[in-house]
């Protein structure tokens, strides 16, 4: 299984990006997708979450800005990002989680905010 990010760039703050891991491969025991982050000099941080049964956890920082989705039928993942703020500036990696089985990660999708 492979994971690719896109829909990184460079964006003014206030604007939006819409990221996307598209998943080449198959998850017949998925559990749990995560968008991650991070920044120079920072550890990664987890961004959003969410399980194959629809429930949604955020870092507080991105509460009210940023929505986790998922499309089954194309086999991605989206990270819908509002609002942005120059602290926002990352590179953002998607990773699944399988019940009893192998974990994905995808390589980073770099997100740059300017104020």
């Known amino acids: 299984v492979q994971l690719q990010a896109s829909g990184g760039g460079l964006v003014q703050a206030g604007g939006s990006l819409r990221l996307s891991c598209a998943a080449y491969?198959?998850?017949?025991?998925?559990?749990?997708m995560y968008w991650y982050r991070q920044s120079p000099g920072k550890a990664r941080e987890m961004v959003a979450t969410?399980?194959?049964?629809?429930?949604?956890d955020y870092k507080d920082s991105v509460k009210g800005r940023f929505t986790i989705s998922r499309d089954s039928a194309k086999n991605t993942i989206y990270l819908q990002m509002n609002s942005l703020q120059p602290e926002d500036t990352a590179a953002y990696s998607c990773?699944?989680?399988?019940?009893?089985?192998?974990?994905?990660w995808g390589q980073g999708t770099l997100v740059t905010v300017s104020s």
């Open positions: 990773k699944v989680d399988q019940y009893f089985a192998p974990t994905y």
């Open positions: 491969g198959n998850l017949p025991k998925l559990k749990t």
């Open positions: 969410l399980t194959t049964g629809g429930r949604t």
